[in-house]
């Protein structure tokens, strides 16, 4: 029986130590949120404006970690060494799986308000806001990526008088278009929403946010920021590991003898880290099958293509493959008699390698075996 330290709680993690744990393996599990059992990140929202509890978020129940043998250690690790053996916080082990993740990014706004502005990254931040929710009240939310215009959608549910505000021209990183942009901001206004696109920030100030324009946008000291999140770069820098905008691995994970990396900290391709579930799931899976494989049988780490997608009641979009070269003719598939819905297929030299869909997902698993 070896013992595997593996850093980091989230989707991630918990999946490569339950692999570790199954394999008969002493696994001790670390989380810097002290006595939160690990969650699903991404319905922290459903959280944060009343949908949804904690305990209806958790990955796994209690008694899971304990069958399975997985000890949670709850502190911050601010020591990983990788000689002359493995070793936490100076806890040796026989391997380490290092996933500790990302860490909202939030840009330094001008002003005498700013340090008002929430963050929407862990329980303590949701619950800090939940006690904030009231209907009524105003909240602003600084980016218009899938995470703001989920919370966006969520807070209207809530009650509150809500204002979306995207320096970008388009919604959702402009994986849309011109035509599935429309339809979303429509559906989204029909919400209630208010959309600023295109616009900057001036200044955040005590209970209102200035537009570069001049506009202002009054709030009730409730001002949420998404706009991304960041690799952590620590412990990885302090153990020697190269970071570069996440840990730079080999293509099969590992970074040291006996030490790999999977989540959204993981670098092991030229493309930047991606924050998805799905994708941290398995890469935390493949990570742990690694540390268990004999040297020289490891596994090299393949991008799997994911769909990018929200849905929110009757609020969705569905996108899939390659949605953004500017090469690419975009064809629509429905008749645009029906205003709420958009349906297209992405060509390049006459070949479907790209689907965007609003307001339905109808037809989506059809083209997806299609794409190239």
């Not at 404006?49 to 399975?68: C, H, L, N, S, W």
């Not at 919400?191 to 946010?209: D, R, Y």
Request: a neutral charge.
């Amino acid at each position: 029986m070896s013992r595997f330290a593996v850093v980091g709680a989230g989707h991630a993690g918990v999946e490569g130590a339950f692999i570790l744990a199954n394999a008969g393996h002493q696994v001790t599990l670390w989380s810097a949120e002290t006595g939160e059992l690990p969650y699903f990140r991404p319905r922290l929202i459903a959280v944060a404006f009343g949908q949804a509890t904690p305990e209806a978020i958790r990955i796994k129940p209690a008694e899971a970690y304990a069958k399975a043998g997985i000890t949670l250690a709850y502190a911050q690790v601010t020591q990983l060494a990788a000689t002359p053996t493995p070793s936490v916080n100076g806890e040796a082990c026989d391997g380490v799986l290092l996933a500790n993740g990302s860490a909202p990014f939030v840009p330094p706004f001008a002003g005498p308000g700013a340090g008002r502005i929430h963050a929407l990254w862990s329980m303590a931040d949701a619950r800090a806001i939940a006690a904030k929710v009231a209907p009524g009240k105003r909240l602003t939310i600084i980016g218009g990526g899938v995470l703001g215009l989920e919370s966006a959608l969520r807070a209207a549910m809530a009650g509150l008088r809500v204002t979306v505000i995207e320096v970008s021209p388009r919604l959702a990183n402009g994986v849309l278009g011109d035509g599935g942009d429309s339809v979303l901001r429509a559906a989204l206004e029909k919400k209630g929403i208010t959309l600023f696109v295109g616009q900057s920030i001036q200044t955040i100030n005590p209970t209102s946010i200035t537009l570069a324009d001049g506009s202002e946008i009054a709030d009730d000291d409730f001002v949420l920021c998404s706009t991304g999140a960041r690799p952590k770069a620590e412990p990885a820098t302090a153990a020697g590991f190269r970071f570069d905008r996440g840990i730079c691995s080999a293509r099969d994970l590992s970074v040291a003898p006996g030490i790999f990396v999977a989540g959204d900290v993981a670098r092991p391709t030229e493309a930047l880290p991606i924050c998805a579930v799905r994708r941290a799931q398995l890469m935390g899976a493949l990570a742990a099958k690694n540390l268990l494989a004999p040297a020289g049988e490891t596994t090299p780490w393949t991008d799997p293509r994911l769909p990018l997608f929200m849905k929110v009641e009757d609020v969705e979009f569905h996108t899939l493959g390659d949605v953004r070269s500017p090469d690419l003719e975009e064809r629509r598939l429905d008749d645009g008699s029906n205003p709420t819905i958009w349906q297209s297929v992405l060509y390049r030299n006459g070949q479907p390698v790209g689907l965007r869909f609003v307001g339905t997902r109808a037809g989506f698993g059809d083209w997806e075996k299609q794409l190239v």
